[in-house]
T-cell receptor
Framework: NAGVMQNPRHLVRRRGQEARLRCSPM?????VYWYRQLPEEGLKFMVYLQKENIIDESGMPKERFSAEFPKEGPSILRIQQVVRGDSAAYFCASSPEAEGYTFGSGTRLTVV | AQSVTQLDSHVSVSEGTPVLLRCNYS??????LFWYVQHPNKGLQLLLKYTSAATLVKGINGFEAEFKKSETSFHLTKPSAHMSDAAEYFCVVSDTGTYKYIFGTGTRLKVLA
């Protein structure tokens, strides 16, 4: 049973481009969470999704950020028109119920 | 509101000596508490978790933590540090039965030869 798979591991984008981060949850897990880790900080909650539903997006920036978890395929975190301040590590976690996470290895986004 | 305070941003110990990483929490309800470790450019690995069973929790790699409600603390310890323990450690709190984790700012452990 593979763990939570995130890709790409590293992503470099120029300012103004779009970034797409993918997360495939563990088999049997229908709950997905995204967290962001800014340099020298702890992780901060962004969004909680179940299949085809956003349950809690209270940690998402109001603009340029969106997330989805379609019926088929991975969860996607999308950042439009990236800025330098978006440079961070983005972690996805999944769980079979609404607690008891397994984290992925993260995607490190660098905006140049 | 929940919060977590990791009292030391950096800790240095010599190999073979004890490790103590301190964590205090604030939670309105019965908390779940966790310690995660993050090696450089790696993901997060769960070391141990407390969910209102035994107050002394044993984790992987010889780590353990004690839940002290009266002190609102959940300090992480290990009797003898190994070079491979050098990493960043995060204390995490969530209200039992909820999904949102609150992370501390981390403690970077350095192990000296």
């Amino acid at each position: 049973n593979a763990g939570v798979m995130q890709n790409p591991r590293h992503l470099v984008r120029r300012r103004g481009q779009e970034a797409r981060l993918r997360c495939s949850p563990m088999k049997g897990h229908s709950h997905v969470y995204w967290y962001r880790q800014l340099p020298e900080e702890g992780l901060k909650f962004m969004v909680y999704l179940q299949k085809e539903n956003i349950i809690d997006e209270s940690g998402m920036p109001k603009e340029r950020f969106s997330a989805e978890f379609p019926k088929e395929g991975p969860s996607i975190l999308r950042i439009q028109q990236v800025v330098r301040g978006d440079s961070a590590a983005y972690f996805c976690a999944s769980s079979p119920e609404a607690e008891g996470y397994t984290f992925g290895s993260g995607t490190r986004l660098t905006v140049v | 509101a929940q919060s977590v305070t990791q009292l030391d941003s950096h800790v240095s110990v010599s190999e073979g000596t004890p490790v103590l990483l301190r964590c205090n929490y604030s939670s309105s309800y019965s908390p779940s508490l966790f310690w995660y470790v993050q090696h450089p450019n790696k993901g997060l690995q769960l070391l141990l978790k407390y969910t209102s069973a035994a107050t002394l929790v044993k984790g992987i790699n010889g780590f353990e933590a004690e839940f002290k409600k009266s002190e609102t603390s959940f300090h992480l310890t290990k009797p003898s540090a190994h070079m491979s323990d050098a990493a960043e450690y995060f204390c995490v709190v969530s209200d039992t039965g909820t999904y949102k984790y609150i992370f501390g700012t981390g403690t970077r452990l350095k192990v000296l030869a």
